[in-house]
């Protein structure tokens, strides 16, 4: 079993991983589309991986990340960004992978953070 929280204020973006990573070997899902609405989704349901953008709606997903990981400790996660270079504080090692990406890379970037 492999719960993935996505992070990601673009819903149909969301979907998307979501399907993408079903088909690679996820189980469960979360969305959140704020800093804080990632909290507390992971609060709710620890994940075994995190995919998330950089800019979101409100707040940042490297500082979400870094909040989750501070308070549940280390997991993988997959920055999927049109803005790499502001994945600031990305915590090392993250994935990042940059907008418009690929299904195939996306898959890649899953079987290496869950492998």
Known sequence: MCHVL???????????????LAG???TTFSFAETEQEAIDAARLHRPDVITSDVMLREGSGPEAVAAIQRELGAMP???????????RPCPSPACI????????????AFRAVTA
């Open 97 to 108: 992978l940059s907008k418009p990406v690929s299904d195939a890379a996306v898959r890649q």
């Open 24 to 26: 690679t070997g996820a």
């Open 6 to 20: 996505i992070i990601e204020d673009e819903a149909l973006i969301a979907l998307d991983l979501q399907d993408i």
């Open 77 to 87: 996660v997959i920055f999927i960004t049109a803005t790499p270079a502001a994945c």
